[in-house]
């Protein structure tokens, strides 16, 4: 950095000081920020890492040693690291295959391709895992009762792979659609005026501009198939292990703690590498369209035959994802799944006798972090954009790191850093919901600096003028014009707090407990039936969940909006 680039940094850190210093409220905002991002975010990291490294009380990197040179660890790391680019690429195609086909066709059917690329997002990450077990497993409904197959491996990497996969194209698929409806149509059809052939558009036009996305779904996809925990406890077995389900081990069944935390910073490594450079070869390209208006897509774009051939692959995947949630229904009414398949009540018996409280705790849980979330997941997306101060780009790196770190690192790192006074949190609900608020708030960021990005400036800036302080114009103003936003933010959050496993696993208690967990421990002692009713449940209270909000913020911030600008 040159003399006249370090005078100009330090001129301009002066004058944001200035403006913190003129604006007070500002400034305990920002500071209050980044005391709950530094203990909740970077501290439980800080806490894994030393209690890898000072596993005695005294600097010693035995456990890494140890972990290193023991092949069924090598091995599940690696099987990590391939399960996560195998899911990444797999989910990634098939996410953009339906993006593709639902912003550049007009075939017949779009409402059932979007409730199958809906449907994963919405259940627990193994709902996959238990409908294919029920489907391909020995006593499955296609390998024993319609093919009459006695032993069908579906256990290991194969019926891992196909569950990760049909869990999470559906985020590639959210993120894609969003790239190419933004895009719109009218640079393919300028190309193909030109004379450019269907084909070369796509290639030379859409993609490149699609790349951004692309990069993203497969950061994601490789980051949420490294840190699953669901699917390769049900699916993987002692056959084909996977790093997530031995830092879990070595934490609850030999009660290792520096050991696990040794093991999830191994795990850690892949993930925020991927992140990094992910960001990095993303921030180094422009990726305009010069108006940046989307319009309506063309049709076109893609001839006839393939769009036929798009609209086939796209619902035989639609139909497959929709075999796995019917059977899910008819396991959660069936008596005994592959023995006796009639009618019956008994397993939601179970449920509400059973997990009754755990169906309160998650609502309880899910209810408070939510808000909590998308508030302030829309509030650092403001400061970020709207507003300059010393450790802006920290602010939003900080904020965002628990996006690349897996869920079983942040648990264990939860579990170290809050497990003794003054911060004893542990065994209580406000673990939980911290959990949840800082592991979700990435989404509500990203969603609320988009929208930021395409809202004019002088709106605020004329409230500004009229006398009203930041809160005021965040509230009357940013916020009711950050709806969208804030409802994706909100949803994302409620979904995964209703849904998650990986993180809170670590955290459950005799006194708090989860519908996740509780399917993961019906799935795994045999109750196929219960664990079906359970998740039958969860995917109606979601679903309900969501009609509600979005009910109550459009009326709420309706009003707001009218009665801010008439």
């Known amino acids: 950095m040159g003399t006249n680039a370090v005078v100009r940094w330090w001129a301009q850190s002066v004058r944001d000081l200035r403006r913190l210093r003129d604006e007070p409220l500002l400034g305990v905002a920002v500071v209050s920020i980044f005391a709950l991002l530094l203990l909740f975010i970077l501290y439980p ?29 090598r091995q599940a790391f690696l099987n990590s690291v391939l399960m996560g680019i195998l899911t990444a ?15 550049r066709t007009d075939v017949p059917g779009k409402s059932i391709l979007t409730l199958a690329a809906i449907l994963p997002i919405i259940s627990p990450p193994f709902v996959s895992a238990l409908s294919i077990i029920l489907l391909f497993g020995n006593n499955g409904l296609i390998t024993r009762q319609l093919l009459g197959l006695q032993e069908f491996a579906i256990y290991g990497m194969r019926g891992l792979l196909l569950a990760q996969i049909f869990t999470f194209f559906p985020v590639a698929y959210l993120t894609l659609r969003g790239v190419l409806e933004s895009l719109g149509g009218t640079l393919e059809d300028a190309a193909m005026n030109l004379g450019a052939t269907r084909w070369k558009a796509f290639r030379r036009v859409t993609l490149p501009l699609c790349l951004p996305g692309i990069a993203s779904a497969l950061l994601v996809l490789f980051i949420e198939s490294i840190a699953d925990f669901g699917n390769p406890l049900i699916l993987g077995g002692s056959g084909f292990p996977v790093l997530s389900v031995q830092v879990y081990l070595q934490v609850t069944g030999m009660y290792d703690l520096p050991g696990g935390a040794a093991l999830a910073v191994v795990l850690l490594v892949p993930s925020v590498t991927t992140f990094l450079i992910q960001r990095y070869w993303v921030s180094r390209k422009q990726y305009v369209t010069v108006t940046g208006k989307p319009t309506r897509a063309i049709i076109r774009a893609v001839s006839p035959a393939m769009q036929w051939a798009l609209y086939a692959a796209c619902l035989a995947v639609a139909l497959f994802v929709l075999l796995f949630y019917a059977t899910i229904v008819v396991g959660a009414f069936s008596r005994a799944w592959g023995a006796d398949h009639s009618f019956t009540l008994r397993n939601f018996g179970y449920v509400f006798g059973v997990g009754g409280q755990a169906i309160i705790d998650t609502l309880i849980i899910a209810v408070t972090s939510s808000p909590l979330a998308g508030l302030l997941g829309m509030a650092i997306a403001f400061l970020v954009i709207r507003r300059r101060f010393p450790g802006r780009q920290a602010m939003e790196f900080i904020s965002i790191l628990n996006f690349a770190v897996p869920g079983t690192v942040i648990g264990i790192g939860y579990i170290l850093a809050f497990n003794q006074r003054p911060l004893l949190l542990t065994g209580t609900a406000i673990i939980l919901i911290a959990n949840f608020l800082f592991r979700y708030i990435p989404v509500g960021i990203q969603s609320g600096m988009a929208g930021l990005r395409q809202i004019d400036p002088s709106i605020e800036e004329a409230a500004s003028n009229l006398g009203a302080s930041t809160p005021v114009t965040f509230r009357r103003i940013t916020l009711p014009l950050l709806v969208p936003a804030f409802f994706s933010g909100l949803v994302f959050s409620f979904v995964r707090a209703m849904t998650a496993i990986s993180a809170a696993i670590f ?14 421990s019906q799935t795994e002692a045999g109750r196929l039936g219960a664990a079906a009713a359970f998740s039958v449940l969860l995917i109606l209270i979601i679903l309900l969940a969501i009609g509600i909000i979005r009910l109550v913020l459009g009326q709420l911030f309706e009003y707001r909006y009218q009665a801010a600008f008439g």
């Open 45 to 73: 990291l800080a806490r894994v890492l030393t209690a890898s490294l000072f596993p005695d009380g005294a600097f010693s990197p035995r456990l890494y040693r140890e972990f290193l040179g023991n092949w069924f660890i």
């Open 89 to 103: 690429a797999g989910g990634t195609i098939i996410g953009f295959l339906f993006a593709f086909t639902l912003t």
């Open 507 to 520: 955290l459950v208690s005799a006194d708090w407990n989860l519908m996740t967990v509780q399917i993961l």
